[in-house]
């Protein structure tokens, strides 16, 4: 049997509304468009968190599944339509990781509402 280590989790629901009113602002067409590029992945904003079973999936995280730290600033920069300095300015540390505030990533999806940009910052 193998034992599973145990993983501490502080989990906080993310409040949505912000993007469910650009998804709700959006026409049909450009829902549409949204839905074949990325599936319907926005139906998920209306999904509530179970906090047992993500800490149960956590238990099986492999972390080297991450990649290295100067790529995806870089990737995510280009996804986001920034430069990677604006990403790197942006990063804030929240523990061990560091994340983008939901206001520099709703401005950028804000700024590109309307094009394929933005649907990708949205998904």
């Given at each position: 049997m193998i034992k599973m280590p145990l993983v501490h989790l502080d989990l906080k629901q993310n409040d949505f509304t912000d993007l469910l009113d650009i998804w709700e602002r959006w026409g049909v067409t450009t829902r549409a468009n949204f839905d074949k590029r990325y599936g319907h992945i926005a139906r998920l904003l209306k999904i509530q968190i179970d906090d047992q079973l993500l800490k149960v999936i956590v238990q099986f995280w492999d972390p080297s599944y991450r990649g290295q730290k100067t790529e995806h600033r870089r990737k995510l920069a280009k996804m986001m339509g920034v430069t990677p300095r604006e990403v790197d300015q942006n990063l804030r540390k929240n523990g061990d990781n560091e994340c983008i505030p939901w206001s520099f990533r709703r401005?950028?999806?804000?700024?590109?509402?309307?094009?394929?940009?933005g649907q990708l910052v949205m998904a």
């Open positions: 401005s950028c999806t804000m700024k590109h509402q309307d094009t394929e940009q």
